[in-house]
């Protein structure tokens, strides 16, 4: 009898041992299955291009960390359809050929969506080459009026030069400022000249006038003394304005100031960044600026996202910054919507899609991919950005 029940014991416990080893196997492949399925689902890979070193770099890096922040947002809620969005970025180094190579780089790459670029120059260069190919850019801060109106594969988040010509011109005539010298920086084609054609209609519309353009290449020592010189040479000169990046426009705005130039200085929202404040110190003072952020907005959405992007940064948020996580946002709903990021589809749904809640208002982007946006006037006072237009 204690045998048969030691050889039954044994039984038993075999058995207990091929069920363990029946779940361990069942476990294992479930396992197995899990992983495949999540290495299945591959990235979802969106290219970001724009200048992203030089002094030329401030307004491409902080819409790059825009981009960021919604991307983080993203993936922490679980990506698109399960996918994980991955940023693949290049730098453009501000140079008009480097932006044309760049497009054939993103397509062998297979990448189909691309953020960029963040100065209507490079975009403009790069425009023929993304026309040919079967890719879908997005410009957060391309406002050039020769890209608009056009059924293309070019999409925007920000409105046109029209629009800051008119809040600078509405803004300088309550205040009496009739007379103008412009100071252009010719480098970014597509934009600069655009944005002077329409400051010059706004203000002889109004009654004022350009006394000279002053244009120039590179700011090098010499061109700012030269520079100077002319304007000093305009003895009824009320007002400057300065189209350039903010590096340059704080650069000149020093040069004046310590030469005694006293007129109203302002500039376009390209300049709308920290460098201005940075780099031009006290001197800056009193410049006013085209501004697309109400930075004294109390929306919970906006909040969140400054705080996010200056604990993550340790920079305050720009309009740069702003209109790329809307464009990120707007694309991530477009891409969820239609399944896969086939550009011709992407854009079909924005266009469809319409109208955008943003940080602070909603936005639209009409049947062209054009976007309209309300401009405000800053003026800085004590290193700081304070409104000072009367539209609330």
């Given at each position: 009898?204690?045998?048969?029940?030691?050889?039954w014991?044994?039984?038993?416990?075999?058995g207990?041992?091929?069920?363990?080893?029946?779940?361990?196997s069942?476990?294992?492949?479930?396992?197995?299955?899990?992983?495949?399925?999540c290495?299945g689902?591959?990235p979802?890979k969106?290219?970001?291009?724009?200048?992203?070193?030089?002094?030329?770099?401030?307004?491409?890096?902080?819409?790059?960390?825009?981009?960021?922040?919604?991307?983080?947002?993203?993936?922490?809620?679980?990506g698109i359809?399960?996918?994980?969005?991955?940023?693949?970025i290049k730098?453009?180094?501000?140079?008009?050929?480097?932006?044309?190579?760049?497009v054939?780089?993103?397509?062998k790459e297979?990448?189909?969506?691309?953020?960029g670029?963040?100065?209507?120059?490079?975009?403009?260069?790069?425009?023929?080459?993304v026309k040919?190919?079967?890719?879908?850019y997005?410009?957060p801060?391309?406002?050039?009026?020769?890209?608009?109106?056009?059924?293309?594969n070019?999409?925007?988040?920000?409105a046109?030069?029209?629009e800051?010509?008119?809040?600078?011109?509405?803004?300088?005539?309550?205040?009496?400022?009739?007379?103008?010298?412009?100071?252009?920086d010719?480098?970014?084609i597509?934009f600069?000249?655009?944005?002077?054609?329409?400051f010059e209609?706004?203000?002889?519309?109004g009654?004022?006038s350009?006394?000279t353009?002053i244009?120039y290449?590179?700011?090098?020592d010499?061109?700012?003394?030269?520079?100077?010189n002319?304007?000093?040479?305009q003895?009824?000169?009320?007002?400057?304005?300065?189209?350039?990046n903010?590096?340059?426009?704080?650069?000149?705005?020093?040069?004046?100031r310590?030469?005694?130039?006293?007129s109203?200085?302002?500039?376009?929202?390209?300049?709308?960044?920290?460098?201005?404040?940075?780099?031009?110190?006290?001197y800056?003072?009193?410049v006013n600026?085209?501004?697309g952020v109400?930075?004294d907005?109390?929306?919970e959405?906006?909040?969140?996202?400054?705080?996010?992007f200056?604990?993550?940064?340790?920079?305050?948020?720009?309009?740069?910054?702003i209109?790329s996580?809307?464009?990120?946002?707007?694309l991530?709903?477009?891409i969820?919507s239609?399944g896969?990021t086939?550009p011709k589809?992407?854009?079909?749904?924005?266009?469809?899609?319409?109208?955008?809640?943003?940080?602070?208002?909603?936005?639209?982007?009409?049947?062209y991919?054009?976007?309209?946006?309300?401009y405000?006037?800053?003026?800085?006072?004590?290193g700081g950005?304070?409104?000072v237009?009367?539209?609330?």
């Amino acid at each position: 009898m204690i045998e048969d029940s030691c050889v039954w014991c044994y039984v038993i416990r075999k058995g207990n041992d091929m069920k363990k080893k029946v779940w361990v196997s069942i476990i294992f492949l479930l396992v197995i299955i899990m992983t495949c399925g999540c290495a299945g689902k591959k990235p979802i890979k969106i290219g970001l291009v724009g200048t992203m070193t030089g002094k030329q770099s401030d307004l491409s890096v902080s819409g790059r960390r825009g981009v960021e922040i919604a991307i983080e947002k993203i993936n922490n809620n679980g990506g698109i359809h399960g996918r994980k969005i991955e940023l693949v970025i290049k730098d453009d180094l501000f140079d008009q050929n480097r932006a044309k190579e760049i497009v054939g780089e993103f397509v062998k790459e297979g990448i189909q969506i691309v953020i960029g670029h963040y100065t209507s120059g490079e975009m403009t260069a790069a425009y023929d080459e993304v026309k040919k190919q079967d890719i879908l850019y997005l410009g957060p801060t391309i406002s050039a009026d020769a890209l608009g109106g056009i059924d293309d594969n070019f999409i925007r988040f920000i409105a046109s030069t029209k629009e800051q010509a008119q809040i600078i011109t509405k803004v300088a005539l309550e205040k009496k400022q009739k007379k103008f010298v412009v100071i252009i920086d010719n480098k970014n084609i597509g934009f600069n000249e655009m944005l002077y054609k329409n400051f010059e209609d706004c203000l002889n519309e109004g009654g004022g006038s350009i006394l000279t353009k002053i244009t120039y290449d590179n700011l090098d020592d010499d061109t700012i003394v030269k520079i100077s010189n002319e304007i000093k040479a305009q003895k009824e000169v009320e007002s400057l304005f300065i189209i350039s990046n903010a590096s340059d426009l704080a650069t000149i705005t020093k040069e004046c100031r310590k030469r005694n130039i006293e007129s109203t200085i302002y500039g376009p929202l390209w300049a709308h960044t920290d460098d201005l404040l940075r780099i031009g110190g006290e001197y800056v003072d009193g410049v006013n600026v085209v501004s697309g952020v109400d930075y004294d907005n109390t929306s919970e959405e906006f909040i969140e996202f400054q705080d996010a992007f200056y604990k993550k940064y340790g920079k305050e948020v720009s309009f740069s910054s702003i209109y790329s996580y809307e464009a990120m946002m707007a694309l991530s709903i477009a891409i969820e919507s239609v399944g896969n990021t086939d550009p011709k589809k992407v854009k079909a749904k924005i266009i469809e899609i319409g109208t955008f809640q943003g940080l602070q208002e909603k936005f639209l982007i009409d049947q062209y991919g054009d976007n309209t946006r309300n401009y405000m006037l800053d003026q800085i006072m004590k290193g700081g950005y304070v409104r000072v237009d009367n539209d609330e």
